[in-house]
């Protein structure tokens, strides 16, 4: 019984987080509470864009993107004409298609006698897109919201759950989110958490120059349960592509991740006869449902290339993907697709491709997720596959640099116990340095042999 309220206490805390951060991706910021910037107020320094020749300029019209508002709307309201409109649009079609504005992005026109002079249009929290008149013309480009990272560590230790712990010590639930992530085929977080394991976590903080803080990356994590740790570390195996790798310097990650989505329950498991919901006869279900709220990041579970990102009667707006090693996956019921996504499109595992949704045949906001090998679709939940690739052989001096030095850092986090004012020690790590860790080549000969 204890253990199932565990479990009720996980999925709540995922549910909660899965409505916040879906709110959080339909309202990107750039600019403080939407309004038409009275004379004299400044750009917001979050935009970090200049018009030439004007020291503080203020945007014409700036808000938020209303329900079917449109591009052409918006700049229109500034008194520009379809023209110019029209052809400011097109020049930017390569970077960002104004067409697929959506409710709830921030914007800023900044318009002088009748023309425009630049538009900025928030993608993400992340990202923005400047529009620049330049001549004759416009220049389109993306640009990163600049951030001030710091690094941060927590630790907990586990006297329900996982999140319980988290919400105890007011510890942000993204991050617990993330952990979980990065260490889901090590550890069965329903399954294999006892009282008394623990964690500590080193992880970036971001604090964007409107005051907007997030969770950044992890960049170390120790997990033990029932007296075995489990580690991970953010490590750069391939140019530009960092990813998580254990002690030994195995891939954490798999070809395909576990699910497409992070907060969810299944609805509907993988079945050769099932009652379909809105035809109502029986009929193979090749993948597995998952119900979570509309709106909510859908991610690619594996490095590929998109064969389709389109709509039809039953799947709704649906995205096809084949992954390198021959798989190909399929998402439908979306309610909209990821920024950029086509067919064509190299994407990299974990990226967003679109958002839970209900479109197609589909009673509620789901997605429901399939995998395909060969000409048979498949169990995704059964699939046995292997790692991605170790830590090359070239690479391990500098990842054993690493990880030695991580471990040494978490060592000295001590371990926070919510029921008291103390923080518990654990003995195995009274000393951070001494009788610790097993010889390099005993921690090295595993991911050699893969």
């Known amino acids: 019984m204890r253990h199932d309220r565990h479990i009720q206490v996980f999925l709540l805390a995922a549910a909660l987080a899965a409505i916040a951060i879906g709110l959080a991706i339909d309202r990107p910021g750039i600019l403080t509470e939407p309004a038409v910037a009275p004379a004299g107020d400044p750009v917001p320094a979050s935009v970090d864009a200049a018009i030439p020749g004007k020291a503080c300029p203020v945007p014409t019209l700036a808000g938020r993107v209303d329900r079917n508002g449109s591009f052409f709307d918006i700049v229109s309201a500034c008194g520009i004409e379809p023209a110019e409109i029209y052809a400011a649009a097109r020049s930017a079609k390569q970077v960002y298609d104004f067409r697929r504005i959506y409710p709830g992005q921030r914007y800023e026109v900044y318009a002088d006698s009748a023309r425009i002079d630049s538009v900025f249009f928030s993608i993400s929290e992340e990202e923005y897109v400047s529009l620049v008149r330049t001549g004759d013309g416009y220049e389109a480009e993306r640009r990163s919201y600049p951030f001030d990272v ?248 500098a990842f054993a640099e690493l990880r030695d030095g991580r471990i040494t850092e978490l060592c000295t986090i001590p371990i926070r116990d919510s029921r008291t004012v103390m923080y518990a020690a654990t003995p195995e790590h009274d000393s951070p340095t001494e009788g610790y860790r097993p010889p390099l080549e005993e921690r090295t000969a595993g991911a050699a042999s893969q």
């Open 150 to 397: 710091v690094t941060r560590t927590c630790s907990g230790l586990i006297t329900q759950s996982l999140f319980a712990s988290f919400q105890e010590q007011g510890l942000p639930i993204e991050l617990g989110l993330q952990l979980v992530d990065i260490l889901a085929w090590d550890i069965d977080f329903f399954s294999d958490i006892r009282k008394n394991d623990y964690f500590r976590v080193i992880y970036e903080e971001k604090t964007r120059s409107d005051g907007l803080q997030r969770i950044g990356r992890i960049l170390a994590v120790e997990f033990n349960t029932q007296g075995t740790s489990h580690y991970a570390f953010l490590f750069e195996n391939e140019d530009g592509l960092a990813d998580y790798f254990d002690d030994t310097g195995r891939s954490l990650r798999k070809q395909l991740l576990r699910a497409p989505l992070s907060y969810t329950r299944i609805s509907s498991n993988f079945s050769s006869r099932r009652l379909h919901p809105v035809l109502h006869h029986y009929r193979p279900h090749y993948g597995i449902d998952y119900a979570a709220p509309e709106g909510t990041p859908v991610m690619t579970t594996g490095d590929g290339t998109v064969l389709a990102a389109s709509r039809t009667r039953a799947n709704g707006n649906y995205v096809k993907i084949r992954h390198n090693n021959g798989y190909i996956t399929y998402y439908l019921h979306l309610s909209r697709f990821g920024s950029g996504i086509r067919g064509g499109v190299k994407v990299r595992q974990g990226q967003v491709i679109g958002y839970v949704g209900h479109t197609g045949y589909a009673t509620g906001p789901h997605l429901d997720y399939r995998v395909k090998i060969g000409n048979r679709f498949v169990n995704p939940r059964r699939l046995k596959l292997p790692p991605a690739k170790p830590v090359s052989e070239e690479k391990m001096p």
